[in-house]
């Protein structure tokens, strides 16, 4: 089973930029499209962006392209979220997840989540 260890979250004031990180301390992700989702306070755990096992194809959840990009890097066995102009409203548990194979925008559909990554943006 891979195990996943997010790092890279903490406090920003608004405006700034932020480069979360998602590395297998277990395992590896080459077999598996990665994806990320966070959940802000009293709201269900939400899609941000999936990137496929060969690095070919990207998606984002609704406001999240043009600002959000993912991008992974199967040697360092990591996944990358940089998040640009980040708003009060980014502020949630950001949470990376592995699916064999096949993309996919649902959360029930991934097989590991790492432990959660808080980003807190300011105002």
């Known amino acids: 089973q891979v195990q996943l260890v997010e790092s890279g979250g903490g406090l920003v004031q608004a405006g700034a930029s932020l480069n979360i990180s998602c590395t297998a301390s277990a395992g590896t992700i080459t077999n598996y499209a990665m994806a990320w989702f966070r959940q802000a306070p009293g709201k269900e755990r939400e899609f941000v962006a999936v990137?496929?096992?060969?690095?070919?194809?990207?998606f984002y959840g609704d406001s999240m392209s043009g600002r959000f990009t993912i991008s992974r890097d199967n040697a360092k066995n990591a996944v990358y979220l940089q998040m640009n102009s980040l708003e009060t409203g980014h502020t949630a548990v950001y949470f990376c997840?592995?699916?064999?194979?096949?993309?996919?925008?649902?959360?029930?559909?991934?097989?590991?989540w790492g432990q959660g990554n808080q980003v807190t943006v300011s105002s």
């Open positions: 997840g592995g699916r064999r194979l096949l993309a996919s925008l649902r959360e029930s559909a991934y097989d590991f």
């Open positions: 990137i496929s096992q060969n690095i070919d194809t990207t």
